[in-house]
């Protein structure tokens, strides 16, 4: 029988000569399609020798597959040459140990192959602290019957030590751990919103990306800004958020990129993200981004995963947007099939431009149901509030006279707040305008602010 802990899982990503063959396993009413599971372990680094799938309303309590279906599998990897099981659910701590006993082989469920590509993929000091949180609260609950050093813990999934003689030393280490990742983030979390405070008083709308990975979302991004994030086809490439500013009618937005969803996504991962969710949550308004390549029945679930999520982490009550990506790649049968289904949606190709210019306006439409209507004169004096106003306003009706400017404007009602000392009351601007004589003119005009990245 082989040594199931001759090789942690995921280990051949990093050494070709150790590289691991897995079987998927699945007990479900349905039989399950194991395609995003197979590119989860590929993301991994786990070839795929096989599958099994059996037939349960649902799994078994203690060792998830039947005794009989168990000894099955065993067989199976036996014969495909096998070292790993990859379960498509989360298992329960006994699930794993009893699945380990029976074939004598590493077992790894859905959310510990997704906890090792949050580990590779993490790059900044923010994103390694929230997945080794996430890491150490899933792997608390596995350490009866193992021994694992903390210094272990968030160096691969699939990891087991000799014996159990120090558990709750580790336990104890462990929750020091995550008390002290904890304290880090939150300081984290501080310094974020005090950057998202500074942002809410320029009154530049947000704007979040939000939808299932591998969407396109980045790309989306690096074609409406110019961001130059980095862009790869593969799950999980963006855990960091990114933010960056754009121009649309003159008007500035922030736009902020942030990690994708997945199905059964794992709570440990939307606790552990919570500071960079928090942009998603705060937004002015969402673009759930979808593949629009993705055939219907997988493609209602992807939206259906990432609708609960967005519920999960308190952004349901967000506008949104959604954004088809990737039109480029559907047959104009089925995007005949969007347009109906999906009737108010937004066809795009981030890669060819397609539509680009429909979101645009979309965006500024949807962002404008939260502007008001102001009528202002402010004194030449008072040059700098109205290089403000024309920063975060889009297009302004402006007329000068003798004594300044005399203005109308759509702004965040935040920004009409700021500037009510130089608001006019009907009366007031009828006055002004009999007064100067002149009609309002609708132009644009270079306006200082930020530029886009």
């Known amino acids: 029988m082989q040594d199931r802990r001759e090789t942690r899982f995921g280990e051949g990503i990093r050494n070709p000569r150790a590289r691991q063959r897995a079987i998927c396993i699945a007990a479900a009413p349905h039989e399950p399609d194991f395609a995003e599971l197979r590119e989860l372990l590929r993301t991994a680094g786990v070839a795929v020798a096989g599958e099994l799938w059996q037939r349960r309303e649902r799994p078994d309590p203690d060792r998830y597959l039947g005794r009989g279906k168990l000894a099955e599998l065993a067989e199976r990897a036996r014969e495909l040459g096998a070292n790993v099981i990859a379960c498509d659910d989360e298992l329960l701590p006994r699930q794993e140990r009893n699945i380990e006993a029976a074939t004598g082989l590493a077992v790894v469920d859905r959310t510990a192959i997704i906890l090792d590509i949050f580990a590779r993929h993490a790059r900044t000091a923010e994103g390694k602290l929230q997945v080794e949180l996430a890491q150490l609260e899933y792997n608390l609950a596995r350490m009866r019957g193992l021994w694992t050093h903390l210094e272990r813990l968030g160096g691969g999934i699939g990891t087991r030590g000799p014996g159990e003689s120090q558990i709750e030393t580790d336990r104890r280490l462990a929750r020091d751990r995550i008390s002290e990742i904890k304290r880090k983030l939150a300081h984290i979390q501080r310094v974020r919103a005090t950057m998202r405070a500074e942002r809410e008083r320029a009154a530049l709308p947000t704007i979040a990306l939000a939808g299932y990975t591998n969407a396109g979302k980045s790309t989306l991004m690096n074609a409406l800004t110019g961001a130059g994030v980095s862009v790869r086809s593969r799950l999980f490439h963006t855990l960091d958020p990114t933010t960056r500013a754009f121009r649309i009618d003159g008007r500035t937005y922030l736009l902020t990129d942030t990690v994708g969803f997945i199905r059964k996504l794992p709570h440990q991962l939307v606790a552990a993200f919570a500071a960079t969710l928090e942009e998603t949550r705060r937004a002015d308004l969402v673009l759930h981004v979808q593949d629009a390549s993705v055939p219907e029945p997988e493609l209602a679930g992807m939206l259906a995963a990432v609708e609960r999520t967005l519920e999960e982490i308190g952004a349901a009550e967000r506008p949104r947007l959604l954004v088809f990506n990737k039109i480029d790649l559907v047959?104009?049968?089925?995007?005949?099939?969007?347009?109906?289904?999906?009737?108010?949606?937004?066809?795009?190709?981030?890669?060819?431009?397609?539509?680009?210019?429909?979101?645009?306006?979309?965006?500024?439409?949807?962002?404008?149901?939260?502007?008001?209507?102001?009528?202002?004169?402010?004194?030449?004096?008072?040059?700098?509030?109205?290089?403000?106003?024309?920063?975060?306003?889009?297009?302004?009706?402006?007329?000068?006279?003798?004594?300044?400017?005399?203005?109308r404007a759509r702004v965040p009602k935040q920004v009409a707040a700021r500037f009510a000392p130089y608001r006019l009351d009907r009366s007031a601007a009828a006055q002004g305008s009999s007064r100067n004589g002149h009609r309002l003119e609708s132009r644009e005009v270079p306006r200082p602010g930020l530029a886009p990245a």
């Open 331 to 407: 047959s104009s049968t089925a995007r005949r099939a969007l347009r109906r289904r999906w009737p108010r949606a937004v066809a795009v190709s981030a890669e060819s431009g397609e539509g680009l210019e429909q979101l645009r306006r979309r965006i500024a439409a949807e962002l404008a149901r939260g502007l008001e209507a102001v009528e202002l004169f402010l004194p030449y004096r008072e040059g700098a509030r109205l290089a403000e106003l024309f920063a975060l306003a889009g297009q302004v009706e402006q007329n000068h006279t003798a004594e300044g400017v005399h203005v």
